[in-house]
T-cell receptor, first 113, second 115 residues
Framework: AQSVSQHNHHVILSEAASLELGCNYSYGGTVNLFWYVQYPGQHLQLLLKYFSGDPLVKGIKGFEAEFIKSKFSFNLRKPSVQWSDTAEYFCAVNEPSGYALNFGKGTSLLVTP | DAGITQSPRHKVTETGTPVTLRCHQTENHRYMYWYRQDPGHGLRLIHYSYGVKDTDKGEVSDGYSVSRSKTEDFLLTLESATSSQTSVYFC??????????????FGPGTRLTVT
């Protein structure tokens, strides 16, 4: 089974700072990639997804992610974070042969005013 | 809102008792999943279903069973609950017509405490 690694477990940023969260996966074949966000006390919501095509994908709330196949990475970015972005962020990967998702362990983001 | 509900939302039970969690969806998604979320582990797949009466095991299936007798409902049963099964359980769905089957939508979660 493939694994998904998120390098930053806890990140603290000030409002207006730029964000980049790392995600790497171990599977070498064709994959589908996702970022989910979980606000405090809520369920997971899909931020963005990559299936194929342009490796730079844009999601909701100003987030974007770049798929770099040679690095097995799918890093999440946002140019300027807001206090409301405080949440836990999960990277997830699945293989085209199956629909279940493999999740990273998550990154907890705290944005301070 | 992807039309997915979970019940109960919170439950406290004693070690050794059976527990059943229910996931209900209203949008005719073909695939349904049960995950558990624990601090430091992210979400891990317990079981999933790819159709009525069609289920398969996930990464952490020991101690859990599932059933899907109709499209809308996917039940997760802990036959004899243990303290290690204290967790937040999320149901997810995918595979509605017109939407990629790889794109999953999550329910609100059930917080289960086993004492």
């Amino acid at each position: 089974a493939q694994s998904v690694s998120q390098h930053n477990h806890h990140v603290i940023l000030s409002e207006a700072a730029s964000l980049e969260l790392g995600c790497n996966y171990s599977y070498g074949g064709t994959v589908n990639l996702f970022w989910y966000v979980q606000y405090p006390g809520q369920h997971l919501q899909l931020l963005l997804k990559y299936f194929s095509g342009d490796p730079l994908v844009k999601g909701i709330k100003g987030f974007e992610a770049e798929f770099i196949k040679s690095k097995f990475s799918f890093n999440l970015r946002k140019p300027s974070v807001q206090w409301s972005d405080t949440a836990e962020y999960f990277c997830a990967v699945n293989e085209p042969s199956g629909y279940a998702l493999n999740f990273g362990k998550g990154t907890s983001l705290l944005v301070t005013p | 809102d992807a039309g997915i509900t979970q019940s109960p939302r919170h439950k406290v039970t004693e070690t050794g008792t059976p527990v059943t969690l229910r996931c209900h969806q209203t949008e005719n998604h073909r695939y349904m999943y049960w995950y558990r979320q624990d601090p430091g582990h992210g979400l891990r797949l317990i079981h999933y279903s790819y159709g009525v009466k069609d289920t398969d095991k996930g990464e952490v299936s020991d101690g859990y069973s599932v059933s899907r007798s109709k499209t809308e409902d996917f039940l997760l049963t802990l036959e004899s609950a243990t303290s290690s099964q204290t967790s937040v359980y999320f149901c997810a769905i995918s595979g509605r017509q017109g939407v990629s089957s790889y794109e999953q939508y999550f329910g609100p979660g059930t917080r289960l405490t086993v004492t």
